[in-house]
């Protein structure tokens, strides 16, 4: 039996643990997990079972959400981020992390974070969970991935303005996130021979350079230098063209140029189910495509689908590699 997966509290002010209990609820033998925080920041009627080993959890989560406690130090209230309980939260990401490379949990799923109060309250030098992850695992490039049953997006520049997209789109970032993804594809998703569609930067993918020249300057070229006998990559395609039902069932990953090319599809195809999957590092990650809710958190309404989906995920891809 392989090993449980590892979920990583996140900010406890947001909807982390009502949801973490929700997935649990729904989860239970499927899918064992087990939950990295403290306790007592999860809804009062959840059954709980805190653990010293990870190895305890698969039995125990048929009947309670095990808990790998960690005691934070200021009291939890929801909707109202505490800075002193940051150097907690980080401490649940990095042992999740550390249970994960070593084998002790199959793979790593992490909830929402609040880089503000990370930053106010441990200096948190990282634009988020996927930086703070590539650094610990020492990897120089990771790529972002959104995943759901109808389509695999991956955007090649990220948290950047749209003005900055076209200088910091160059050919080495484009063939850097074209091989993660390859290889992410394979090991992680049990897909031998990959199938990439890479998006153009431009409308029309620069109609024959009427609407920009990048396609035939040095996109197209790229792609066309790929090798092509254990992968194929296609491309660039008009990206209002892409991600139709007929399109998407051409490829299993879409490459995308910026992020809103890449979150506007798959948001709008399947906004609830979507998974942030983390490619390039020495281990698995998912995690829930939403935030902290802060503004819902504690009245018990968050919905645990995407978190839900997230640890399945996890799980398939865990079976895969």
């Not at 997006?153 to 970032?173: C, F, K, Y």
Request: charged share 15%; net charge negative.
């Amino acid at each position: 039996m392989s090993a449980p997966i590892a979920l990583s509290c996140g900010d406890p002010a947001g909807i982390g643990p009502e949801i973490a209990a929700k997935a649990w609820a729904e989860l239970r033998v499927s899918c064992p997990f087990f939950y990295i925080g403290d306790a007592a920041h999860l809804p009062a009627d959840t059954p709980v079972q805190r653990i010293d080993n990870p190895a305890a959890a698969t039995e125990i989560c048929a009947t309670a959400l095990p808990v790998l406690q960690l005691d934070f130090p200021a009291p939890n209230t929801p909707g109202q981020p505490e800075p002193a309980n940051a150097p907690s939260v980080i401490d649940a990401i990095e042992t999740g992390v550390n249970l994960v490379q070593s084998g002790a949990a199959s793979a790593l799923c992490t909830a929402p974070i609040h880089k503000k109060a990370l930053i106010d309250g441990a200096g948190f030098a990282y634009p988020g969970h996927t930086e703070f992850l590539a650094a610990l695992a020492g990897q120089k490039r990771v790529v972002m991935m959104l995943a759901s049953d109808q389509l695999r997006v991956v955007p090649t520049t990220i948290h950047i303005p749209l003005s900055r997209v076209p200088s910091e789109l160059t050919p080495e970032l484009l063939r850097e996130t074209i091989a993660i993804t390859v290889e992410g594809l394979r090991n992680q998703f049990g897909i031998p021979h990959p199938r990439i569609a890479v998006a153009g930067l431009n409308p029309h993918a620069g109609e024959g350079g009427k609407m920009g020249q990048e396609e035939l300057d040095w996109i197209a070229p790229l792609i066309a230098e790929l090798p092509n006998d254990s992968y194929l990559v296609t491309g660039p395609h008009p990206a209002d063209t892409l991600f139709h039902a007929a399109a998407r069932a051409q490829y299993d990953a879409a490459v995308a140029m910026y992020h809103d090319q890449a979150l506007i599809p798959i948001k709008t195809l399947d906004f609830d189910r979507g998974v942030n999957v983390t490619l390039g590092l020495p281990f698995i990650r998912t995690s829930p495509d939403h935030g902290t809710a802060l503004d819902i958190a504690g009245n018990g309404i968050a919905t645990p689908t995407s978190l839900i989906e997230a640890l399945k995920l996890a799980q398939r891809m865990a079976q895969a590699s």
